[in-house]
């Protein structure tokens, strides 16, 4: 059995983060499919609570919920001599990373399900989402300038926390904004998140990530199904 293992699906953005953690950290895993339909007896012995992906295993030992992985890659392994840890060595710069990885999750990624969820709503619900969405991003704008300072990321030069926790919005914000028919409007009210979303599209782990053609089909066939019964 390999040292650390991953229970994973595909299409999953929680998933996702957990794989960039280990890319940027330079860990070497075993990834382990799950199928959510048919729970596996490991899936449900590695996270009896929610029974859900993603369940990092290491020696043996579970850790599961995105956030949680994230951070206990960060401080098991070491940097790579060509990268840097994901969370600043600070007190204070930590708990901002953490603060702001919170808001990520609470109201950047809500607010992305939400606007999935009017796919099939009026136009008046669907634009309301829409804003939602916009001015969740708006705040988030406001702290890529105040944390990553001139750098590309949240990081600063270099990806942390927070920017594994959104890069997901890489593979899946393009095939929403397809089913919805709305556009984010980064160029007028988000360039410096435009600039972000470059800058990952740039990076070595957006190869990581499936293609919003691929999340676009599984939204249609497997997502807005499920939103539909």
Same mark, same amino acid.
């Given at each position: 059995m390999a040292e650390v293992q991953l229970l994973s699906t595909w299409a999953s953005a929680f998933v996702m983060r957990a794989e960039v953690a280990l890319a940027l950290k330079g860990v070497h895993y075993e990834k382990l499919p799950q199928d959510l339909g048919n729970k596996s007896e490991l899936l449900l012995k590695s996270n009896p609570v929610y029974k859900k992906v993603p369940v990092l295993l290491h020696n043996g030992r579970s850790v599961c919920e995105?956030?949680?992985?994230?951070?206990?890659?960060? &401080?098991? %392994?070491p940097a790579p001599k060509d990268g840097a840890d994901l969370l600043p060595s600070d007190p204070y710069g930590k708990a901002m990373a953490r603060f702001w990885a919170d808001y990520v999750d609470k109201k950047v990624f809500d607010g992305a399900l939400g606007l999935l969820r009017s796919v099939k709503k009026g136009e008046e619900e669907k634009k309301a989402a829409w804003e939602n969405m916009v001015s969740g991003m708006e705040t988030l704008e406001s702290a890529l300038a105040e944390i990553g300072g001139e750098g590309h990321f949240f990081g600063g030069e270099s990806m942390g926390l927070v920017d594994v926790m959104l890069v997901p919005l890489l593979a899946w914000l393009p095939a929403i904004e &397809?089913?919805?028919? #709305?556009?984010i409007p =980064?160029?007028?009210? #988000?360039?410096? #998140?435009? &600039? %972000? =979303?470059?800058a990952c599209r740039a990076h070595d782990v957006a190869s990581l990530l499936p293609s919003s053609a691929k999340i676009s089909d599984f939204i249609t066939h497997i997502l807005l199904p499920r939103f539909s019964s």
């Open positions: 995105s956030s949680i992985i994230v951070q206990y890659v960060d &401080e098991t %392994w &397809e089913q919805v028919g #709305l556009q =980064f160029a007028d009210r #988000l360039p410096r #998140l435009e &600039e %972000w =979303f470059a």
